[in-house]
Protein backbone atom coordinates (compact mmCIF):
# COMPACT_ATOMS: atom_id res chain seq x y z
CA UNK A 1 0.00 0.00 0.00
CA UNK A 2 2.62 2.11 1.11
CA UNK A 3 4.66 1.52 -1.80
CA UNK A 4 1.71 2.07 -3.99
CA UNK A 5 1.19 5.12 -2.78
CA UNK A 6 4.75 6.39 -2.97
CA UNK A 7 4.63 5.25 -6.80
CA UNK A 8 1.19 7.30 -7.20
CA UNK A 9 3.29 10.72 -5.79
CA UNK A 10 5.94 9.68 -7.94
CA UNK A 11 4.02 10.02 -11.08
CA UNK A 12 1.99 12.98 -9.95
CA UNK A 13 5.88 14.34 -9.29
CA UNK A 14 6.73 13.97 -12.85
CA UNK A 15 3.68 15.04 -14.34
CA UNK A 16 3.75 18.23 -12.18
CA UNK A 17 7.13 19.28 -13.55
CA UNK A 18 7.00 17.81 -17.00
CA UNK A 19 3.67 20.75 -17.32
CA UNK A 20 5.32 23.52 -15.46
CA UNK A 21 8.20 23.09 -18.46
CA UNK A 22 5.44 23.10 -20.78
CA UNK A 23 4.37 26.20 -19.94
CA UNK A 24 7.47 27.52 -19.71
CA UNK A 25 8.63 27.09 -22.96
CA UNK A 26 5.01 27.21 -24.49
CA UNK A 27 5.71 31.03 -22.51
CA UNK A 28 8.82 31.85 -23.96
CA UNK A 29 7.73 30.69 -27.58
CA UNK A 30 4.75 33.23 -26.98
CA UNK A 31 6.52 35.76 -26.31
CA UNK A 32 8.76 35.53 -29.33
CA UNK A 33 11.73 36.14 -27.05
CA UNK A 34 14.84 34.06 -28.01
CA UNK A 35 17.02 33.73 -25.22
CA UNK A 36 20.44 34.05 -26.96
CA UNK A 37 22.81 33.51 -24.33
CA UNK A 38 21.53 32.39 -21.34
CA UNK A 39 21.73 28.81 -21.74
CA UNK A 40 25.36 29.27 -22.67
CA UNK A 41 25.99 31.35 -19.87
CA UNK A 42 23.83 29.54 -17.56
CA UNK A 43 22.61 32.94 -16.45
CA UNK A 44 20.08 32.85 -13.93
CA UNK A 45 21.40 33.13 -11.11
CA UNK A 46 20.39 36.62 -8.73
CA UNK A 47 23.22 39.47 -8.22
CA UNK A 48 23.95 38.87 -12.39
CA UNK A 49 24.10 41.85 -14.81
CA UNK A 50 21.99 41.87 -17.80
CA UNK A 51 22.27 43.02 -21.02
CA UNK A 52 19.24 43.66 -23.44
CA UNK A 53 19.49 44.88 -26.36
CA UNK A 54 17.07 46.11 -29.22
CA UNK A 55 16.86 42.45 -31.24
CA UNK A 56 18.05 39.26 -32.02
CA UNK A 57 20.05 38.64 -34.70
CA UNK A 58 22.05 41.76 -35.30
CA UNK A 59 25.74 41.89 -35.25
CA UNK A 60 26.41 45.22 -33.74
CA UNK A 61 24.13 44.67 -30.73
CA UNK A 62 26.31 41.12 -30.23
CA UNK A 63 29.45 42.73 -30.35
CA UNK A 64 28.06 44.83 -27.96
CA UNK A 65 27.00 42.43 -25.38
CA UNK A 66 30.19 40.67 -25.94
CA UNK A 67 32.39 43.81 -24.71
CA UNK A 68 30.24 43.73 -21.91
CA UNK A 69 30.34 40.14 -21.05
CA UNK A 70 34.10 40.54 -21.45
CA UNK A 71 34.55 43.19 -18.37
CA UNK A 72 31.75 41.81 -16.07
CA UNK A 73 33.22 37.97 -16.38
CA UNK A 74 36.96 39.51 -15.86
CA UNK A 75 35.63 41.05 -12.46
CA UNK A 76 33.98 37.89 -11.28
CA UNK A 77 30.85 38.80 -12.24
CA UNK A 78 28.01 36.72 -14.20
CA UNK A 79 26.53 38.20 -17.18
CA UNK A 80 22.98 37.44 -19.12
CA UNK A 81 22.67 38.96 -22.35
CA UNK A 82 18.94 38.90 -23.60
CA UNK A 83 17.44 39.99 -26.76
CA UNK A 84 13.88 40.06 -27.77
CA UNK A 85 13.69 38.32 -31.74
CA UNK A 86 11.74 41.47 -32.91
CA UNK A 87 12.83 44.81 -31.73
CA UNK A 88 9.90 46.15 -30.16
CA UNK A 89 8.80 47.48 -26.10
CA UNK A 90 6.84 44.57 -25.46
CA UNK A 91 9.63 41.93 -26.03
CA UNK A 92 12.24 44.03 -23.82
CA UNK A 93 9.30 44.47 -21.05
CA UNK A 94 8.69 40.50 -20.95
CA UNK A 95 12.27 40.26 -20.97
CA UNK A 96 12.94 43.60 -18.17
CA UNK A 97 10.28 41.54 -15.85
CA UNK A 98 11.91 38.03 -16.28
CA UNK A 99 14.99 39.52 -14.79
CA UNK A 100 13.35 41.43 -12.36
CA UNK A 101 12.11 37.88 -10.99
CA UNK A 102 15.75 36.64 -11.41
CA UNK A 103 16.54 39.53 -8.92
CA UNK A 104 19.54 40.39 -11.23
CA UNK A 105 22.02 43.57 -9.94
CA UNK A 106 21.60 45.09 -13.07
CA UNK A 107 20.31 46.40 -16.19
CA UNK A 108 22.10 48.00 -19.24
CA UNK A 109 19.20 48.19 -22.20
CA UNK A 110 19.53 49.49 -25.36
CA UNK A 111 16.04 50.93 -25.71
CA UNK A 112 13.75 50.32 -28.23
CA UNK A 113 11.58 53.15 -27.15
CA UNK A 114 13.03 56.72 -25.56
CA UNK A 115 9.74 56.81 -23.39
CA UNK A 116 7.92 53.63 -23.28
CA UNK A 117 10.01 51.09 -21.25
CA UNK A 118 9.72 53.94 -18.06
CA UNK A 119 7.01 52.18 -16.29
CA UNK A 120 8.74 48.46 -16.00
CA UNK A 121 12.31 50.30 -15.41
CA UNK A 122 11.16 52.22 -12.87
CA UNK A 123 9.62 49.60 -11.43
CA UNK A 124 13.27 47.16 -11.29
CA UNK A 125 15.04 50.45 -9.97
CA UNK A 126 12.34 50.37 -7.10
CA UNK A 127 13.45 47.00 -7.09
CA UNK A 128 16.54 47.82 -6.24
CA UNK A 129 17.71 47.10 -9.59
CA UNK A 130 20.97 49.58 -11.00
CA UNK A 131 19.81 50.66 -14.52
CA UNK A 132 21.64 51.72 -17.35
CA UNK A 133 20.84 52.61 -20.89
CA UNK A 134 23.43 52.06 -23.91
CA UNK A 135 23.58 52.93 -27.52
CA UNK A 136 19.92 53.58 -27.77
CA UNK A 137 19.05 56.02 -24.75
CA UNK A 138 15.70 55.62 -22.36
CA UNK A 139 14.38 58.79 -20.98
CA UNK A 140 16.52 60.04 -17.84
CA UNK A 141 13.57 58.80 -15.47
CA UNK A 142 14.03 55.43 -16.70
CA UNK A 143 17.92 54.85 -15.88
CA UNK A 144 20.49 55.80 -13.90
CA UNK A 145 22.95 56.90 -16.59
CA UNK A 146 23.54 56.73 -20.18
CA UNK A 147 26.65 55.49 -22.12
CA UNK A 148 26.61 57.63 -25.60
CA UNK A 149 28.47 55.84 -28.16
CA UNK A 150 29.37 59.14 -29.93
CA UNK A 151 28.54 62.62 -29.85
CA UNK A 152 25.18 62.65 -32.03
CA UNK A 153 25.31 66.64 -33.24
CA UNK A 154 28.82 64.86 -34.44
CA UNK A 155 26.99 62.21 -36.21
CA UNK A 156 24.72 63.71 -37.86
CA UNK A 157 27.22 66.65 -39.17
CA UNK A 158 29.88 63.75 -40.86
CA UNK A 159 26.80 61.74 -42.27
CA UNK A 160 25.62 64.81 -44.10
CA UNK A 161 28.95 66.40 -45.50
CA UNK A 162 29.90 62.66 -46.09
CA UNK A 163 26.76 62.64 -48.58
CA UNK A 164 26.88 65.94 -49.61
CA UNK A 165 31.05 65.30 -50.18
CA UNK A 166 29.62 61.96 -52.31
CA UNK A 167 27.09 64.01 -54.63
CA UNK A 168 29.42 66.96 -55.28
CA UNK A 169 27.39 68.73 -53.10
CA UNK A 170 23.95 67.81 -54.94
CA UNK A 171 20.85 65.87 -55.15
CA UNK A 172 18.47 63.74 -53.98
CA UNK A 173 18.95 61.74 -51.19
CA UNK A 174 17.35 59.52 -48.93
CA UNK A 175 17.56 58.39 -45.17
CA UNK A 176 16.84 54.98 -44.45
CA UNK A 177 16.61 54.06 -40.60
CA UNK A 178 15.76 51.76 -37.97
CA UNK A 179 12.39 51.38 -36.45
CA UNK A 180 10.35 54.25 -36.11
CA UNK A 181 10.50 54.47 -32.15
CA UNK A 182 14.30 54.34 -31.95
CA UNK A 183 15.81 57.29 -29.56
CA UNK A 184 19.14 56.60 -30.75
CA UNK A 185 18.78 57.12 -34.73
CA UNK A 186 15.91 59.43 -34.23
CA UNK A 187 18.63 61.75 -32.35
CA UNK A 188 20.72 61.66 -34.90
CA UNK A 189 18.26 62.17 -38.21
CA UNK A 190 17.01 65.44 -36.18
CA UNK A 191 20.60 66.28 -36.43
CA UNK A 192 20.82 65.40 -39.85
CA UNK A 193 17.59 67.64 -40.62
CA UNK A 194 18.96 70.88 -38.29
CA UNK A 195 22.86 70.44 -40.69
CA UNK A 196 20.39 70.17 -44.09
CA UNK A 197 19.52 73.99 -43.06
CA UNK A 198 22.98 75.02 -43.61
CA UNK A 199 23.54 77.38 -46.60
CA UNK A 200 26.43 74.99 -47.83
CA UNK A 201 24.07 71.73 -48.00
CA UNK A 202 21.07 74.10 -49.67
CA UNK A 203 21.82 71.22 -53.17
CA UNK A 204 20.80 68.27 -50.81
CA UNK A 205 17.38 67.33 -51.11
CA UNK A 206 15.68 64.79 -48.08
CA UNK A 207 13.04 63.19 -50.16
CA UNK A 208 11.59 60.58 -47.20
CA UNK A 209 12.75 58.98 -44.40
CA UNK A 210 11.91 55.01 -44.65
CA UNK A 211 12.29 52.65 -41.83
CA UNK A 212 13.53 49.14 -42.50
CA UNK A 213 13.13 48.09 -38.66
CA UNK A 214 16.70 47.01 -38.45
CA UNK A 215 15.68 44.21 -39.98
CA UNK A 216 17.26 42.59 -43.06
CA UNK A 217 14.41 41.58 -45.42
CA UNK A 218 12.92 44.69 -44.56
CA UNK A 219 15.43 46.91 -44.94
CA UNK A 220 16.03 45.47 -48.75
CA UNK A 221 12.38 46.02 -49.92
CA UNK A 222 12.20 49.50 -48.26
CA UNK A 223 15.88 50.34 -50.34
CA UNK A 224 14.00 48.64 -53.61
CA UNK A 225 10.87 50.72 -53.05
CA UNK A 226 13.32 53.80 -52.56
CA UNK A 227 14.66 53.38 -55.74
CA UNK A 228 11.19 52.35 -57.55
CA UNK A 229 9.48 55.63 -55.77
CA UNK A 230 12.38 58.10 -56.40
CA UNK A 231 14.09 57.52 -60.16
CA UNK A 232 16.35 60.41 -59.31
CA UNK A 233 17.94 59.10 -55.94
CA UNK A 234 21.29 59.51 -56.04
CA UNK A 235 22.21 58.27 -52.31
CA UNK A 236 21.03 56.83 -49.15
CA UNK A 237 22.44 57.64 -45.79
CA UNK A 238 21.00 54.22 -43.32
CA UNK A 239 22.31 55.10 -39.82
CA UNK A 240 21.79 51.58 -38.87
CA UNK A 241 24.47 48.86 -39.69
CA UNK A 242 21.88 46.29 -40.96
CA UNK A 243 20.09 49.19 -43.39
CA UNK A 244 23.28 50.15 -44.92
CA UNK A 245 24.55 46.57 -45.36
CA UNK A 246 21.26 45.90 -47.21
CA UNK A 247 21.13 49.03 -48.96
CA UNK A 248 24.49 48.32 -50.01
CA UNK A 249 24.16 45.12 -51.37
CA UNK A 250 20.55 45.84 -53.60
CA UNK A 251 22.84 49.13 -54.90
CA UNK A 252 25.59 46.00 -55.73
CA UNK A 253 22.76 43.44 -56.96
CA UNK A 254 20.92 46.27 -59.09
CA UNK A 255 23.92 47.73 -60.79
CA UNK A 256 23.93 50.85 -59.57
CA UNK A 257 27.27 51.39 -58.03
CA UNK A 258 28.50 55.08 -58.81
CA UNK A 259 24.89 56.10 -59.48
CA UNK A 260 23.23 55.83 -55.74
CA UNK A 261 25.61 55.99 -53.13
CA UNK A 262 25.33 54.52 -49.59
CA UNK A 263 27.19 55.81 -46.62
CA UNK A 264 26.05 55.80 -43.28
CA UNK A 265 27.21 53.60 -39.80
CA UNK A 266 28.26 50.61 -40.76
CA UNK A 267 29.84 47.44 -39.19
CA UNK A 268 33.78 46.96 -41.31
CA UNK A 269 33.07 43.25 -40.93
CA UNK A 270 29.36 43.54 -43.23
CA UNK A 271 30.83 46.54 -44.88
CA UNK A 272 34.13 45.71 -46.52
CA UNK A 273 32.75 44.35 -49.43
CA UNK A 274 31.12 47.18 -50.12
CA UNK A 275 33.51 49.97 -49.34
CA UNK A 276 35.72 48.20 -51.54
CA UNK A 277 33.37 47.52 -54.66
CA UNK A 278 32.55 51.44 -54.04
CA UNK A 279 28.83 51.06 -53.21
CA UNK A 280 29.39 52.70 -50.00
CA UNK A 281 32.99 54.86 -50.67
CA UNK A 282 33.21 55.38 -47.15
CA UNK A 283 31.24 55.02 -43.99
CA UNK A 284 31.31 55.85 -40.10
CA UNK A 285 31.26 53.93 -37.10
CA UNK A 286 32.60 53.26 -33.57
CA UNK A 287 33.83 50.26 -31.66
CA UNK A 288 30.49 48.42 -30.10
CA UNK A 289 32.73 46.23 -28.13
CA UNK A 290 34.17 48.85 -26.45
CA UNK A 291 30.26 50.28 -25.76
CA UNK A 292 30.02 47.16 -24.02
CA UNK A 293 32.99 47.00 -21.91
CA UNK A 294 32.06 50.81 -20.63
CA UNK A 295 28.62 49.94 -20.01
CA UNK A 296 30.42 46.77 -18.13
CA UNK A 297 32.70 49.15 -16.36
CA UNK A 298 29.58 51.75 -15.31
CA UNK A 299 27.54 49.28 -13.67
CA UNK A 300 29.97 47.86 -11.72
CA UNK A 301 30.65 51.11 -10.27
CA UNK A 302 26.75 51.49 -9.49
CA UNK A 303 26.67 48.13 -7.97
CA UNK A 304 30.19 48.60 -5.89
CA UNK A 305 28.59 52.09 -4.34
CA UNK A 306 31.54 54.00 -6.35
CA UNK A 307 28.99 56.13 -8.42
CA UNK A 308 25.40 57.48 -7.88
CA UNK A 309 25.15 58.05 -11.88
CA UNK A 310 25.53 62.16 -10.90
CA UNK A 311 27.41 64.34 -12.50
CA UNK A 312 30.69 64.71 -11.86
CA UNK A 313 30.92 60.98 -10.59
CA UNK A 314 34.20 59.22 -11.97
CA UNK A 315 35.36 55.85 -11.61
CA UNK A 316 38.41 53.88 -13.42
CA UNK A 317 37.68 51.80 -16.10
CA UNK A 318 39.99 49.64 -17.16
CA UNK A 319 42.11 50.89 -20.30
CA UNK A 320 39.54 53.49 -20.89
CA UNK A 321 41.28 55.27 -17.90
CA UNK A 322 38.96 57.46 -15.94
CA UNK A 323 35.64 58.15 -16.85
CA UNK A 324 33.41 61.16 -15.58
CA UNK A 325 29.54 61.05 -15.59
CA UNK A 326 28.65 64.30 -17.01
CA UNK A 327 25.05 66.41 -18.45
CA UNK A 328 22.84 64.57 -20.80
CA UNK A 329 20.03 67.25 -20.85
CA UNK A 330 17.62 66.42 -18.02
CA UNK A 331 19.80 63.46 -17.26
CA UNK A 332 23.38 62.06 -17.29
CA UNK A 333 25.67 60.27 -19.96
CA UNK A 334 29.24 59.40 -20.41
CA UNK A 335 30.35 60.01 -23.46
CA UNK A 336 32.84 57.95 -25.47
CA UNK A 337 34.71 59.50 -28.90
CA UNK A 338 33.94 61.05 -32.14
CA UNK A 339 32.50 58.57 -34.83
CA UNK A 340 35.13 56.72 -37.08
CA UNK A 341 35.57 57.26 -41.02
CA UNK A 342 35.91 53.85 -42.75
CA UNK A 343 37.14 53.75 -46.03
CA UNK A 344 39.32 51.57 -49.03
CA UNK A 345 42.34 52.70 -46.81
CA UNK A 346 41.63 51.39 -43.62
CA UNK A 347 38.54 49.08 -44.13
CA UNK A 348 40.20 45.21 -44.20
CA UNK A 349 42.00 46.19 -40.98
CA UNK A 350 38.68 46.58 -38.74
CA UNK A 351 37.07 44.37 -40.48
CA UNK A 352 39.25 41.76 -38.64
CA UNK A 353 38.30 43.86 -35.21
CA UNK A 354 34.36 44.13 -35.33
C1 LIG B 1 22.14 49.19 -35.52
C2 LIG B 1 21.37 49.43 -34.25
C3 LIG B 1 22.21 50.07 -33.19
C4 LIG B 1 22.96 51.26 -33.75
C5 LIG B 1 23.79 50.83 -34.92
C6 LIG B 1 24.54 52.00 -35.54
O1 LIG B 1 22.95 48.08 -35.38
O2 LIG B 1 20.26 50.22 -34.55
O3 LIG B 1 21.37 50.48 -32.14
O4 LIG B 1 23.77 51.85 -32.78
O5 LIG B 1 22.91 50.30 -35.91
Not at 86 to 115: H, K, R
Not at 315 to 323: K, N, P, R, V
Amino acid sequence: MKIRKLLGMMVIAIFAVGFLVACDSDESTENGDTDISEDANGGSEAGAHAFVFKNTGNPFGERMQDGFQEVIEAHGGEAILRSPEQPTVEGQIQIIEQLMAQDVASITIAGNDFDALQPVLERAMDQGIYVISADSAVNPDSRMVHINQANAERIGQVLISGMSEMLGGEGQFAILSATSQAANQNLWIEYMQAQLELPEFAGLELVTIAFGDDLRDVSVSETEALLLSYPDLRGIIAPTTVGIAAASLVITDQDLIGEVYITGLGLPSEMAAFVNNGASPWMYLWNPIEVGNVAAYTVLALTDGEITGSIGDSFEAGDFGTLEVIEDGDGTQIMLGDPFRFDADNIDEWAEVY
